[in-house]
């Protein structure tokens, strides 16, 4: 069996479902093609637990992408295609051990004073903060909505603001490095760092600098953004359009070779004997760890098979998914507060640790740090009867020290339990009698679950400056070209990686139109 179009697509994730729509918009007929049995990949929701609980697989705020000209400029229109979002209120809200706290609010002077509460210099900081990203966020947006080499590096974008000499050192810096000259109380600089984090990048990591100012941010505009009816809403409304403008998504589909023809790509063959051919080209976001499996190893390019084999995938997510028939709720001022996103930050030295724990192997449950999701305390239609769905996630190593990746079979339920402990510690309403079903995914189980979750990061991998920019996915690959013609990338192993954001589809789009005669602002003009 064979068929033909426009572009094929292999993986429906949400970047290459962005990138389907656009090449859409201009007219070309696309077929995406994806392993699972449904469209999204880390942006899908699903019955996990207990039918009519819908839980978010894997990403369940859509922050980032809020800022992309997909959205900000309404660009694909994806509101007519049924994508509508939350904003909740609290945007989070993190408990100490001491019995105090921080919660983070929609109005930023209600934040401030929670600040204002363990610092006044620190809570001036964060306002200060705040100010001083939103003077810039305009150099970072453009840098990320830019596909490599079409426009200025980060460093000179940021140094043509009017304190472009201090925003290059905090580029260059770790978030903690900013943290720790900008705050002075234990507790705010612990708040910092598990916001910071939130990208999955330890925040003692250089490079990591401008998280300090951008994720709070973010948060601080958008709050923690909630698709209604689950995640998966981005990838339905994009399949919709595709669709609507005659494109095919054909799920269940598992893309197991590239067809070569004098060099270059001209479609794929699936698990299943399969074969779709391209009549302009091929867009992958198959994983770049796994890209060299689908095509002979002279066609990759020596160069492009050593950077693939240096990829690293930094650290692995470890969740374990309830359905419950209350939300974790926290003793603040004798009463109790409810918020979608909450968490454990027990302390900067242990915040601190994340990364080293993850580079040694370690499998550390000492009060482990921790994002708690519940997104129907603010979006019920999520699970039936005023119930909740609940999300608990950890951050590990994928291969434990002495003993491999394995044993994760082994120990997930007494990594779970704990977490679970340390939440309860907080929120000692989620007894046994309020959690009605159990589903825990180790780092090895994602990987399971979906391919692209390599070594168990649902960010495709670290987001080092060696693994960043131009250096993404592999130097002298960065602009969504392969080695091989006719063969382009996306996904969160591309510029500028990982999170729900729309930027790799969007940039593989620009790149693609370009090399089509066409032009992504064409497209956008068009409606």
């Given at each position: 069996?064979s068929?033909?179009?426009?572009v094929?697509?292999?993986?429906?994730g949400?970047?290459?479902?962005?990138?389907?729509a656009?090449?859409?918009?201009?007219?070309?007929?696309?077929?995406?093609?994806?392993?699972?049995?449904?469209?999204?990949?880390?942006?899908?929701?699903?019955?996990?637990?207990?039918?009519?609980?819908?839980?978010?697989?894997?990403?369940?705020?859509?922050?980032?992408?809020?800022?992309?000209?997909?959205?900000?400029?309404?660009?694909?229109?994806?509101?007519?295609?049924?994508?509508?979002?939350?904003?909740?209120?609290?945007?989070?809200?993190?408990?100490?051990?001491?019995?105090?706290?921080?919660?983070?609010?929609?109005?930023?002077?209600?934040?401030?004073?929670?600040?204002?509460?363990?610092?006044?210099?620190?809570?001036?900081?964060?306002?200060?903060?705040?100010?001083?990203?939103?003077?810039?966020?305009?150099?970072?947006?453009?840098?990320?909505?830019?596909?490599?080499?079409?426009g200025?590096?980060?460093?000179?974008?940021v140094?043509?603001?009017?304190?472009?000499?201090?925003?290059?050192?905090?580029?260059?810096?770790?978030?903690?490095?900013?943290?720790?000259?900008?705050?002075?109380?234990?507790?705010?600089?612990?708040?910092?760092?598990?916001?910071?984090?939130?990208?999955?990048?330890p925040?003692?990591?250089?490079?990591?600098?401008?998280?300090?100012?951008?994720?709070?941010?973010?948060?601080?505009?958008?709050?923690?953004?909630?698709?209604?009816?689950?995640?998966?809403?981005?990838?339905?409304?994009?399949?919709?359009?595709?669709?609507?403008?005659?494109?095919?998504?054909?799920?269940?589909?598992?893309v197991?070779?590239?067809?070569?023809?004098?060099?270059?790509?001209?479609?794929?063959?699936?698990?299943?004997?399969?074969?779709?051919?391209?009549?302009?080209?091929?867009?992958?976001?198959?994983?770049?760890?796994?890209?060299?499996?689908?095509?002979?190893?002279?066609?990759?390019?020596?160069?492009?098979?050593?950077?693939?084999?240096?990829?690293?995938?930094?650290?692995?997510?470890?969740?374990?998914?309830?359905?419950t028939?209350?939300?974790?709720?926290?003793?603040?001022?004798?009463?109790?507060?409810?918020?979608?996103?909450?968490?454990?930050?027990?302390?900067?030295?242990?915040?601190?640790?994340?990364?080293?724990?993850?580079?040694?192997?370690?499998?550390?449950?000492?009060?482990p740090?921790?994002?708690?999701?519940?997104?129907?305390?603010?979006?019920?239609?999520?699970?039936?009867?005023?119930?909740?769905?609940?999300?608990?996630?950890g951050?590990?190593?994928?291969?434990?020290?002495?003993?491999?990746?394995?044993?994760?079979?082994?120990?997930?339920?007494?990594?779970?339990?704990?977490?679970?402990?340390?939440?309860?510690?907080?929120?000692?309403?989620?007894?046994?009698?309020?959690?009605?079903?159990?589903?825990?995914?180790?780092?090895?189980?994602?990987?399971?679950?979906n391919?692209?979750?390599?070594?168990?990061?649902?960010?495709?991998?670290?987001?080092?400056?060696?693994?960043?920019?131009?250096?993404?996915?592999?130097?002298?690959?960065?602009?969504?070209?392969?080695?091989?013609?006719?063969?382009?990338?996306?996904?969160?192993?591309?510029?500028?990686?990982?999170?729900?954001?729309a930027?790799?589809?969007?940039?593989?789009?620009?790149?693609?139109?370009?090399?089509?005669?066409?032009?992504?602002?064409?497209?956008?003009?068009?409606?």
């Amino acid at each position: 069996m064979s068929e033909s179009f426009d572009v094929v697509v292999a993986g429906g994730g949400h970047n290459a479902l962005v990138a389907a729509a656009y090449l859409t918009r201009a007219g070309f007929e696309c077929c995406v093609l994806d392993t699972r049995p449904i469209m999204g990949g880390d942006t899908a929701t699903e019955e996990l637990t207990l039918p009519g609980f819908l839980h978010d697989t894997c990403s369940t705020a859509h922050n980032l992408i809020q800022a992309s000209p997909t959205l900000r400029d309404d660009e694909l229109q994806l509101g007519e295609y049924g994508l509508e979002y939350l904003k909740p209120d609290p945007v989070a809200h993190i408990p100490f051990p001491d019995g105090t706290w921080l919660t983070q609010w929609r109005d930023l002077d209600r934040t401030c004073a929670e600040f204002a509460k363990f610092s006044r210099s620190d809570a001036n900081a964060f306002r200060r903060m705040v100010d001083e990203y939103d003077r810039a966020k305009g150099a970072f947006g453009a840098y990320r909505y830019t596909p490599i080499g079409w426009g200025p590096s980060l460093q000179d974008r940021v140094a043509q603001l009017p304190d472009g000499r201090r925003w290059l050192r905090r580029i260059a810096e770790s978030a903690w490095d900013v943290i720790a000259r900008e705050f002075e109380d234990p507790h705010t600089r612990a708040f910092m760092l598990w916001l910071a984090f939130m990208t999955l990048q330890p925040p003692d990591n250089a490079g990591t600098g401008w998280l300090a100012y951008s994720l709070p941010y973010g948060r601080q505009q958008h709050s923690w953004t909630l698709p209604k009816g689950g995640s998966g809403a981005l990838p339905s409304a994009l399949s919709r359009l595709i669709e609507a403008g005659g494109g095919t998504l054909l799920p269940g589909r598992r893309v197991t070779r590239f067809v070569l023809e004098q060099g270059r790509c001209t479609g794929v063959e699936t698990e299943n004997g399969e074969r779709f051919v391209a009549r302009r080209a091929v867009l992958s976001s198959v994983h770049v760890a796994h890209l060299p499996q689908l095509a002979p190893a002279d066609a990759w390019g020596e160069d492009f098979l050593a950077g693939v084999g240096e990829w690293r995938p930094g650290v692995a997510m470890f969740v374990t998914h309830y359905a419950t028939s209350e939300a974790p709720r926290f003793l603040v001022d004798g009463d109790e507060l409810e918020a979608v996103a909450s968490g454990t930050a027990d302390s900067v030295d242990r915040l601190l640790r994340i990364g080293w724990d993850v580079r040694r192997g370690a499998l550390a449950l000492d009060d482990p740090p921790l994002l708690v999701v519940c997104a129907t305390v603010a979006d019920p239609s999520r699970a039936p009867d005023r119930q909740h769905t609940l999300k608990v996630i950890g951050f590990h190593p994928y291969e434990l020290a002495d003993r491999g990746p394995e044993c994760w079979d082994d120990v997930k339920e007494d990594v779970s339990r704990a977490n679970l402990d340390q939440l309860r510690r907080y929120a000692p309403n989620l007894t046994d009698d309020t959690i009605l079903a159990t589903l825990v995914k180790s780092p090895v189980d994602l990987e399971r679950l979906n391919e692209h979750n390599w070594r168990g990061s649902c960010h495709g991998g670290e987001m080092s400056p060696a693994q960043s920019g131009a250096l993404r996915p592999v130097p002298g690959w960065a602009q969504h070209r392969l080695p091989i013609a006719g063969l382009y990338q996306t996904g969160s192993t591309t510029h500028p990686g990982a999170s729900v954001s729309a930027g790799p589809g969007r940039n593989a789009a620009a790149v693609m139109l370009r090399d089509f005669g066409s032009s992504i602002e064409e497209v956008i003009a068009r409606g």
